[in-house]
Nanobody, 121 residues
Framework: QVRIVESGGGLVQPGGSLRLSCAAS????????MSWYRQAPGKERELVAC????????IYSDSVKGRFTVSRDNGKNTVNLQMDSLKPEDTAVYYC??????????????WGQGTQVSVSS
């Protein structure tokens, strides 16, 4: 049974940092790309970042490029998202999911509960 659990969200001031973590189980973690998504109120869920299975390649949305860094530990079945220079428009619920490298924006499994990130002064 696939299980995905996100954590690390919270309230932070503009310009601050947060580190999100995602723990996954129930599938061969090292065989899949892992993607982070976010959904802001009233908006569709969007792809934020993706890291390929071996961890050597990453992609980012234009809105977070240069500020967010995705990493993974295949030994621990975890994927992290380091978020720096946060802006109010980064406020959203953040989710992670597995993906195929050729379709990084297409989630393969049911969503976890997500973790809320709020950026406000």
């Amino acid at each position: 049974q696939v299980r995905i659990v996100e954590s690390g969200g919270g309230l932070v001031q503009p310009g601050g940092s947060l580190r999100l973590s995602c723990a996954a189980s129930g599938f061969t973690f090292s065989s899949y790309a892992m993607s982070w998504y976010r959904q802001a109120p009233g908006k569709e869920r969007e792809l934020v970042a993706c890291i390929f299975s071996a961890g050597g390649s990453t992609i980012y949305s234009d809105s977070v490029k240069g500020r967010f860094t995705v990493s993974r530990d295949n030994g621990k079945n975890t994927v992290n998202l380091q978020m720096d220079s946060l802006k109010p428009e980064d406020t959203a619920v953040y989710y992670c999911n597995a993906a195929f490298v050729w379709t990084p924006g297409t989630p393969l499994f049911d969503w976890g509960q997500g973790t809320q990130v709020s950026v406000s002064s």
